[in-house]
C-alpha cells in the first residue's frame, strides 16, 4: 500500500508539472538540471540526452523567457550511452524560480534560483543522523509528519566469542544505526565524524540558528555539535580495558525490513582490529582539540581514550577483521593500516603537539591522493590530510608546503576530468556508494577553496552537486526528500517498515553500482554502467544508505551554504 500511494504520488505530480504554464512544452527527463537550483552566482549548467536540438530558453512560471542560448554538443558518454549536449546559463542571476526549455515541446523540472538555496537540504542531511539514532527513548517528529518508533536500548549486548571475551555483557547505548540495517560500526562512525567536524572546525559558529529540533537543543550548543557528540559517546563505549576498540555492534546476520521495536535478535559486540582502534584514536583525538571549550572534562577524556588506543595499536599493528562464521553482518573488511596510522597520528599531534606522533606521521605518510570506492578504508588518509591542511600553521614548513601542493595538484586532476567529461563531473567508475565518491571530489574542492580562494574549485565543487541533485543518467535527485524526480524506496529497513508513505528525508542513496550485487533479487532496466540504479528496497547495491555517504554531503552543502551566502 505505501509503494502504491507514494507511485500515485509521483504520477500525480508529473501529470501537474505537464499541465503548468509552459504552453505545449512537457516535462521531460531528457533534460538533466539540479532540480533544487542554483545560488545566484553558481555555475548552471544542465544536460539534453538523445535530443536534436541547437538552443535552449529559460522561462519563468509564466513563460516568459528570460535567457536563451546555444547547446554544445560533447558527443556519447560511453558510461550512459547517450548523446549528450550541454546548455549553460551561469551569467543569469535573477532570483526566482524557473524552467529549461528545448524546441518549445520539451521542459526541465523546475528549479530555483536564491540565497540560502541548500540550507533546508542541509538541515535534511544532518536530521538523518538524528533518525539513525539507536537509542532513541521518545518517538519525535521532523516538520510535523515524520514519526519514528523508537531505537534499541543497547545497555546488555553480549560479547561474540570473537571479542575474546565469553562472560558478561557490555552497556553500548546510544551512536547512529550504519546504514539501511541496525548494525553499528566503528570504522565507519570514525570517519563520517571525521569529515563533518572538519566543517565546525573552519566554521564552528556557522549553524547556530539551523534548527534541527533534536532533544538537545536550547542546551546552548549548536546542534550539529550535539549530533556528532551523540555519536562520539557511544565510540568510546567500544573500547576495551587494554585500550584496543571492539569493531562492530550487531546482530549475528540482517534482520527484515521491520521496525526496531519489533527486532528480536541478539545484539552482540564483535571483534576487535587494528582499523577500528586506530580510526577511533584519530577522531577522539580531533574531537578532543575540537571539543575544548564546549567541554574541557569530556575532551580530556577523549584525549586518553585516544592516547591508550594508539598505543595498543602499535602493539597489535595488523590484526585485520574478518567476519567470524556465525556472523554475516557488514565486514568493512581492511588489510592496509598505515593509512589508518596516518590519520590517527595526524590528530592526535595536532592535538597534543608530541614528538611522538609527529614522528609517526612522517613515518606513514601517504601518498597524496584520492582512491575511489571503501571510503571507509580509502578516505581515511585525506581526513588527516584535511586536517593538517586547516592547521598548516602548525607544522613544519617543508611537510605543509608539500601538503598544500599535494592538496592542489589533486583537485586540479579532479577538475581537468570535469572540464572533459560530458556531465561536467570527474567519474567514470561506478562502484558501490558512487555518490559518496563523487561526493567526496566535491569535498576535496571545497578544501582546495578554502585553502587558495580561487573561484574556479567552488565551481567544481557546485558541478558536482548538480549531479547529486539531478544533473545525472538516471535523472534522480538522489537525496531524499528533495527534487522533482524522488528517490522513493531506499534500502532502509525504518523507511520500509513504517506506515508513511515517504522514506525518511535526508539521505543520500548510493548510486549508481556497475556491480550489481544484488542483481539476483533486483532486475536493472539498463546495461550502462551510469544507470545501474534501481529505486527499490530490495537494491542494496544501488539505492541503500550509508552514514558515510551522507557525510561529505552534509560538508559539501554546509560548505557551499557558508560560502555563497
Not at 524546441?103 to 538523518?128: C, G, H, M, Q, V
Not at 536550547?218 to 584496543?244: F, H, K, S, V
Request: glycine share 8%.
Amino acid at each position: 500500500m505505501k509503494k502504491l500511494i507514494a507511485l500515485s504520488a509521483i504520477v500525480l505530480m508529473f501529470i501537474a508539472s505537464c499541465d503548468s504554464k509552459k504552453g505545449s512544452a512537457k516535462i521531460s527527463d531528457q533534460i538533466r538540471i539540479n532540480q533544487i537550483g542554483f545560488y545566484p552566482s553558481s555555475a548552471k549548467q544542465f544536460t539534453l540526452v538523445d535530443t536534436k536540438a541547437s538552443s535552449f530558453k529559460v522561462v519563468d512560471g509564466y513563460k516568459n523567457k528570460v535567457y536563451s542560448g546555444e547547446l554544445i554538443d560533447l558527443g556519447t558518454w560511453e558510461a550512459s550511452g547517450e548523446k549528450v549536449m550541454l546548455g549553460d546559463f551561469s551569467s543569469f542571476t535573477a532570483p526566482g524560480a524557473y524552467y529549461v526549455v528545448i524546441n518549445d515541446t520539451i521542459a526541465s523540472y523546475p528549479f530555483k534560483i536564491k540565497k540560502e538555496l541548500y540550507l533546508p537540504a542541509l538541515k535534511a542531511a544532518i536530521k538523518s543522523y538524528y533518525f539513525q539514532r539507536a537509542s532513541m527513548a521518545i518517538e519525535e517528529e521532523y516538520g510535523g509528519e515524520y514519526a519514528r518508533a523508537a531505537g534499541h536500548p543497547d545497555d546488555e549486548c553480549l560479547f561474540h566469542p570473537s571479542t575474546g571475551k565469553s562472560k558478561g555483557t557490555l552497556n553500548s547505548k546510544g551512536g547512529w544505526y550504519d546504514a539501511g540495517d541496525y548494525g553499528k560500526y566503528i570504522v565507519n562512525a570514525s570517519l563520517s565524524v571525521g569529515q563533518m567536524l572538519l566543517i565546525l572546525e573552519q566554521y564552528p559558529k556557522m549553524m547556530t540558528n539551523i534548527g534541527l529540533n533534536i532533544p538537545e537543543t536550547g542546551n546552548g550548543i549548536i546542534d550539529l555539535w550535539d549530533e556528532l557528540r551523540y555519536e562520539l559517546d557511544w565510540i568510546q563505549t567500544m573500547q576495551d580495558d587494554d585500550g584496543g576498540v571492539y569493531f562492530k555492534l550487531t546482530a549475528k546476520g540482517f534482520s527484515g525490513f521491520i521496525m526496531p521495536g519489533d527486532y528480536d535478535l541478539d545484539r552482540y559486540i564483535i571483534g576487535k582490529s587494528t582499523a577500528s582502534t586506530l580510526d577511533f584514536a584519530a577522531v577522539l583525538a580531533q574531537a578532543s582539540r575540537l571539543y575544548k571549550e564546549i567541554d574541557p572534562e569530556w575532551s580530556e577524556k577523549a584525549l586518553d581514550a585516544s592516547e591508550k588506543a594508539w598505543a595498543w595499536a602499535e602493539k597489535n599493528d595488523n590484526i585485520a577483521f574478518k567476519n567470524p562464521e556465525d556472523v554475516s553482518t557488514g565486514e568493512y573488511g581492511d588489510n592496509e593500516f598505515s593509512d589508518d596510522f596516518f590519520w590517527a597520528a595526524s590528530e592526535l599531534y595536532l592535538a597534543t603537539k608530541k614528538d611522538t606522533y609527529s614522528n609517526a606521521m612522517k613515518k606513514y605518510e601517504q601518498e597524496y591522493k584520492h582512491q575511489l570506492a571503501d571510503s571507509w578504508k580509502n578516505f581515511v588518509r585525506n581526513v588527516g590530510f584535511h586536517s593538517l591542511l586547516e592547521n598548516k600553521d602548525e607544522l613544519d614548513a617543508e611537510f605543509a608546503n608539500s601538503l598544500i601542493q599535494g592538496h592542489k595538484a589533486l583537485a586540479n586532476e579532479i577538475l581537468q576530468k570535469i572540464d572533459r567529461h560530458p556531465y561536467r563531473i570527474a567519474l567514470d567508475d561506478f562502484e558501490w556508494g558512487s555518490n559518496s565518491d563523487i561526493l567526496n571530489q566535491a569535498y576535496i574542492l571545497c578544501v582546495a577553496h578554502r585553502l587558495t580562494g580561487d573561484e574556479k574549485y567552488l565551481l567544481g565543487a557546485e558541478q558536482i552537486s548538480d549531479y547529486i541533485f539531478g544533473k545525472n543518467a538516471t535523472g534522480y535527485c538522489f537525496l531524499t526528500g528533495f527534487g522533482s524526480k524522488k528517490v522513493m524506496f531506499p534500502h532502509h529497513r525504518p523507511s520500509g517498515a513504517d506506515s508513511i508513505p515517504d522514506p525518511v528525508p535526508g539521505f543520500i542513496a548510493g548510486g549508481p553500482n556497475n556491480d550489481r550485487q544484488d542483481a539476483h533479487e533486483v532486475t536493472y532496466q539498463s546495461e550502462f554502467p551510469a544507470k545501474a540504479y534501481m529505486d527499490v528496497e530490495a537494491s542494496f547495491a544501488s539505492n541503500e544508505v550509508c552514514i558515510n555517504w551522507n557525510a561529505p554531503a552534509v560538508y559539501v552543502l554546509a560548505y557551499l551554504q557558508q560560502v555563497r551566502n
